[in-house]
């Protein structure tokens, strides 16, 4: 299975040097839109994480209680593009205080997580997180429900969900923000 757009294989390793993360934001399509575009990213698919159960399919994510998020992994350069400027994207792409939703679709797989790949990582997208808040309070808006975890298993999510609006320009993309600029 290799990315539609770069035709690199999904499954490949992360080059020496490069870290990775994964995000939960919503539905992993726009998702996933946010994260290819940017200069620095070299590879993102889309998958499950956080659940129970191995190599979940989307029908038993969307309709059993596998516990499961829709995600992106998000494998980048960090002498290219920051942690920092990711998670920017991150906490500015979707809501983080709706819990267990994002706009129209409602259901723990859209809920908002990041699974990190280190300690390292984890301290920096906490902080990011209470920056973020404060930003949010600011301009009155509710409490940030986004579970920072360590990495959990990732399963990739079927074929044709990889880079979908890539191949399907006019698709359905639910995600929205707050239009809260995260602080300078």
């Known amino acids: 299975m290799n990315h539609y757009l770069s035709n690199i294989d999904l499954r490949s390793e992360a080059p020496h040097g490069f870290n990775e993360i994964t995000f939960g934001a919503g539905c992993f399509w726009g998702v996933e839109r946010k994260f290819y575009e940017l200069e620095g990213v070299y590879l993102t ?3 499950y994480c956080g659940g129970s159960l191995n ?5 038993q994510v969307c ?3 596998t516990g499961h998020a829709e995600v992106v992994k998000v494998t980048y350069d960090p002498n290219k593009i920051s942690l920092d400027q990711l998670l920017i994207v991150f906490w500015e792409c979707h809501d983080p205080t709706q819990g ?4 129209n679709d409602i259901g723990s797989q859209y809920r908002s997580v990041i699974f990190c790949y280190s300690a390292d990582d984890l301290e920096v997208a906490k902080l990011s997180m209470h920056k973020y808040q404060a930003a949010l309070e600011a301009q009155g808006l509710g409490g940030i429900t986004t579970e920072i975890l360590e990495k959990k298993e990732y399963f990739f999510a079927e074929e044709y969900h990889q880079q979908y609006l890539a ?3 006019n698709g359905y ?3 929205g923000g707050t239009n809260c600029p995260f602080p300078k």
């Open 173 to 175: 993309c639910g995600i």
């Open 100 to 103: 267990m939703r994002q706009g």
């Open 167 to 169: 191949k399907n320009p």
């Open 45 to 47: 698919s889309v998958g």
């Open 63 to 65: 309709y059993e209680e």
């Open 55 to 59: 190599n979940p399919t989307y029908e």
